[in-house]
């Protein structure tokens, strides 16, 4: 950030009085400007006994496999945005949808809420970010071409938990090491 968005003045990269971490501050009429996570919402939909994949069409990981999933917006809710999320990009309708996983990946400032439902009538078509979509049963899925950590995890739970039909809230750590493997700790 170079220039405040309240007034125009230049920032700088401070920590501010009262504070405990750097921020960028307008120098001339001082206004702080936090920067916070942000959240992307997604859902595991299933039909029957298969799951909604989509192939995405954009960047990053374009032509990968994810469940849908995407920044939440401002004026919905976690669950509006899961759901707009699988629309925009399976034209797909989720419905009973209810929180399943929340994952912090601070590496890369986001949190993750991933919720799980059903596809209603087991419709799905590609939207405008996805390349295609389709319904997965477990022993089809493109484990080697998922698109995200994230998407791994939350399939992996759900199908050792999809036995007892009981599915609990699972929360966890997703960090990227030094090598560049990747960690997952749940809590």
Same mark, same amino acid.
């Given at each position: =950030?170079?220039?405040? %968005? !309240?007034?125009?003045?230049?920032?700088? $990269?401070?920590?501010?009085?009262?504070?405990? #971490?750097q921020r960028y501050v307008? %120098?001339?009429?001082? %206004?702080?400007? $936090?920067?916070?996570?942000?959240?992307? @919402?997604?859902? +595991?939909?299933?039909?029957?006994?298969?799951?909604?994949?989509?192939?995405?069409?954009?960047?990053?990981?374009?032509?990968?496999? %994810?469940?849908?999933?995407?920044? =939440? /917006?401002?004026?919905?809710?976690?669950?509006?945005? !899961?759901?707009?999320?699988?629309?925009? /990009?399976?034209? !797909?309708? !989720?419905?009973?949808?209810? +929180?399943?996983?929340? $994952?912090?990946?601070?590496?890369?400032?986001? &949190?993750? =809420? =991933?919720?799980?439902?059903?596809?209603?009538?087991?419709?799905?078509?590609?939207?405008?970010?996805?390349?295609?979509? #389709?319904?997965?049963?477990?022993? @089809?899925?493109?484990?080697?071409? +998922?698109?995200?950590?994230?998407?791994? /995890?939350?399939?992996?739970?759900?199908?050792?938990?999809?036995?007892?039909? &009981?599915?609990?809230?699972?929360?966890?750590?997703?960090?990227?090491?030094?090598?560049?493997?990747?960690q997952v700790h749940y809590?």
């Amino acid at each position: =950030m170079n220039f405040c %968005t !309240a007034c125009g003045a230049s920032v700088s $990269y401070c920590i501010p009085a009262g504070d405990n #971490r750097q921020r960028y501050v307008c %120098t001339h009429c001082g %206004t702080i400007h $936090y920067q916070n996570p942000r959240i992307v @919402a997604g859902c +595991l939909l299933h039909w029957q006994d298969q799951i909604l994949l989509c192939r995405r069409a954009i960047e990053p990981r374009l032509g990968y496999w %994810t469940l849908p999933a995407g920044f =939440m /917006e401002n004026g919905e809710t976690t669950r509006e945005a !899961a759901a707009r999320e699988a629309l925009e /990009e399976a034209e !797909a309708i !989720a419905e009973n949808l209810t +929180l399943y996983a929340i $994952y912090n990946l601070r590496h890369i400032d986001q &949190v993750y =809420m =991933m919720f799980r439902g059903q596809l209603r009538d087991g419709f799905a078509q590609p939207g405008q970010e996805s390349l295609e979509t #389709r319904l997965f049963h477990q022993e @089809a899925i493109p484990w080697d071409a +998922l698109a995200f950590t994230v998407v791994r /995890e939350t399939l992996q739970r759900f199908f050792a938990e999809r036995p007892n039909g &009981v599915f609990p809230v699972h929360y966890a750590d997703v960090w990227r090491q030094a090598d560049g493997q990747v960690q997952v700790h749940y809590a």
